[in-house]
């Protein structure tokens, strides 16, 4: 009889805890369990730890076999405690000595062959083994790049049970095969994605206007909506976002990396500081915007979209229900996804971009003489933007079509760039962020109410008043058209906004 132990990290949503794995080798017909609410994946790991094992050089004992994975009340999922399990009862069986498993997590997934597969979320993991002093981990030799992002911690990769087994002193007889895994992608085939380009603000011919309004709400962190016929621009000025919008620091990088990490898409991407940017499709169920799945949710496109842009192209075309979704995570910067193993925590801190036709047909726009749509559809449509969405974004901006006279003019020959757009809206944010250091707010969409009326003088509120006196702004739209205002303030230069940054604030919000 003989127990042994080993340490791994679990993850629920992007909180982690650490789970102790202890193996028990005890008398009786051959039997291996795995006990401590495992799902079927982790139940599975029976045979293949067996299997991995007796690759090895391993004699599997013909007794029975337990490992129990501690906390028993905390829901364990997927295939990352495989290479755990196995050193647990490698241990039990004195193949490897105990002691050299003391202060290290092991996490990787094995194949029947003794080969140890590369595993999604391993930057949560570190990062939480960091924070509880664990002195080494080891990790599929196919996940390195990505431990290696994490300083502070002795990581060691392994590409079979044999080399793990070699490494903790013991002594094994195995074969590599010819190819080894170097990548794992998720579900949907992320390992095969590329990097998207970027375009260049450049490209964009006309749209003056609405290139100023992105440039506010890059500037202050403001959700925007654009509205206007097809093929005026909104999707190729949207995808433009990213390219103008302030480089991520060293924490958000970190923050948007460990989300990839979970999702699969880390390998992809890599550590960049340019924001994430997510377009999902107006089919797009709910699950898929704000995560979901059996067991414990996943992230959705919100998560992803996590200190960069969510881009709803044809946002009426969304479900109403898939639209409401988003009114908690406007406001609160993470989303809560309860299933029956439990609750995941996101975070969701990103900015929204909204395009929409003016009707179904989308031709209302000028005089209206090609629109086929009758006025009950026009209104039906729009309709679909609920008055709490609406409330919610602060800029609202028509983009009208583009003349055939503007392509030839010499003033669109030479359009303002990305980089002299991202100059400015850099300048503003470090405006914004020294003003805020106080209170830890990095850009004006995230400043109170009572701080910005206790900051701005009686004349400079005159035109929200009289706003919201005629019902043309709610108390929410008040607060924030004064947010655009001293947006408006930082990018022009002023110490606090005036009677004109309040007006034209107002107007931004109302201009559809």
Not at 93 to 115: C, F, H, K, M, R
Not at 188 to 211: F, H, N, R, T
Not at 392 to 418: A, C, H, N, W, Y
Request: proline letters at 6%; charged letters at 20%; hydrophobic letters at 40%.
């Amino acid at each position: 009889m003989a127990i042994g132990g080993a340490l791994s990290v679990g993850l629920i949503g992007l909180k982690a805890f650490t789970v102790t794995m202890q193996a028990f080798i005890s008398p009786g017909l051959p039997y291996f369990s795995i006990i401590g609410l495992p799902d079927t994946s982790l139940s599975e790991a029976r045979e293949r730890v067996k299997s991995a094992c007796q690759a090895s050089g391993f004699t599997w004992p013909q007794t029975r076999v337990t490992v129990n994975l501690s906390p028993a009340s905390m829901p364990k999922r997927g295939s990352s405690y495989d290479l755990a399990i196995a050193a647990a009862v490698l241990s039990a069986a004195g193949t490897i000595p105990p002691e050299s498993l003391l202060s290290t997590v092991v996490v990787g997934e094995v194949n029947l062959d003794g080969t140890v597969l590369p595993v999604n979320g391993l930057l949560p993991i570190l990062l939480h083994a960091r924070e509880q002093g664990v002195e080494r981990v080891i990790v599929p030799q196919a996940n390195m790049d990505e431990a290696e992002l994490i300083d502070g911690l002795d990581t060691r990769g392994v590409r079979h049970v044999g080399e793990l087994i070699e490494m903790m002193g013991g002594e094994a007889s195995y074969r590599l095969p010819d190819e080894i895994p170097t990548s794992r992608g998720g579900e949907d085939g992320a390992s095969q994605l590329v990097s998207p380009v970027i375009g260049d603000m450049s490209e964009v011919v006309g749209q003056e206007y609405a290139k100023w309004a992105m440039e506010v709400a890059a500037a202050g962190g403001h959700h925007l909506l654009m509205t206007g016929p097809p093929g005026s621009g909104k999707t190729m000025l949207a995808s433009r976002m990213p390219g103008i919008m302030c480089p991520l620091s060293e924490s958000e990088q970190l923050e948007v990396a460990t989300v990839r990490s979970l999702c699969g898409t880390l390998p992809a991407y890599g550590i960049s500081d340019v924001p994430p940017f997510e377009a999902p499709h107006h089919t797009s169920s709910t699950a898929a915007l704000v995560g979901g799945g059996t067991g414990v949710a996943m992230p959705g496109a919100i998560t992803k979209a996590h200190r960069g842009v969510l881009f709803m192209d044809e946002a009426p075309e969304f479900s109403a229900r898939s639209l409401q979704t988003l009114r908690e995570p406007l406001e609160s910067g993470y989303v809560a996804v309860s299933r029956s193993k439990g609750t995941a925590y996101y975070p969701a801190a990103f900015q929204l971009v909204m395009a929409a036709n003016p009707c179904p047909c989308g031709m209302s726009y000028g005089t209206g003489e090609r629109c086929t749509c009758t006025q009950r559809e026009r209104q039906r449509y729009f309709a679909r933007l609920s008055g709490p969405i609406l409330d919610r974004i602060d800029i609202q901006v028509e983009v009208p079509p583009v003349s055939g006279m503007l392509l030839g003019q010499e003033t669109f020959k030479r359009r303002t760039g990305s980089a002299e757009i991202r100059a400015r809206v850099v300048a503003a944010r470090d405006t914004a962020r020294e003003r805020f250091a106080d209170m830890g707010w990095i850009c004006n969409a995230q400043a109170s109410g009572t701080w910005m009326r206790e900051h701005l003088s009686h004349k400079a509120l005159e035109p929200v008043s009289r706003a919201l006196e005629s019902q043309r702004l709610s108390l929410r739209g008040a607060d924030r058209a004064m947010r655009l205002a001293w947006t408006l303030a930082d990018l022009k230069g002023l110490t606090s906004p005036g009677h004109d940054e309040i007006s034209q604030g107002i107007a931004l919000r109302t201009h559809v």
